[in-house]
């Protein structure tokens, strides 16, 4: 079952099924907004404490536009995640 094709499609074939059992959502919002999106998040204030310093007077603003635009991204990334994971998964399976 693991001898085939690429690495992502080995890792489709064999993680993908318990992933996709818990759902889509659950996916989503962990791996994508909690994760991904808490990665970009933390990456981005990092840089703007680096850039700006905490003192800066917008240096609370710069967090609070960054916060939900991080978690907006990760929406998409783990949206996007899923359905070519789901795509991998299918075609996959259509030819066993």
Same mark, same amino acid.
């Given at each position: 079952?693991?001898?085939?094709?690429? @690495?992502?499609?080995? $890792?489709? /074939?064999?993680? $993908?099924?318990?992933? @996709?059992?818990?759902?889509?959502? @659950? &996916?989503?919002?962990?791996?994508?907004? /909690? &994760? $991904? #999106?808490?990665?970009? &998040? /933390?990456? *981005? /204030?990092?840089?703007?404490?680096?850039?700006? %310093?905490? =003192? !800066?007077?917008? &240096?609370?603003?710069? *967090? =609070?536009?960054?916060?939900?635009?991080?978690?907006?991204? #990760?929406? %998409?990334?783990? *949206? *996007?995640?899923?359905?070519?994971?789901?795509?991998?998964?299918?075609?996959? !399976?259509?030819?066993?």
């Amino acid at each position: 079952m693991t001898d085939y094709g690429s @690495r992502a499609e080995r $890792w489709v /074939a064999t993680r $993908w099924p318990t992933i @996709r059992a818990r759902g889509m959502w @659950r &996916f989503v919002l962990l791996k994508g907004v /909690a &994760f $991904w #999106g808490g990665l970009m &998040f /933390a990456f *981005l /204030a990092i840089m703007m404490l680096v850039q700006f %310093g905490v =003192a !800066h007077p917008k &240096f609370p603003l710069l *967090l =609070a536009v960054a916060l939900p635009l991080c978690a907006i991204g #990760g929406l %998409g990334w783990g *949206l *996007l995640t899923w359905f070519f994971n789901e795509r991998i998964f299918r075609a996959l !399976h259509n030819f066993r």
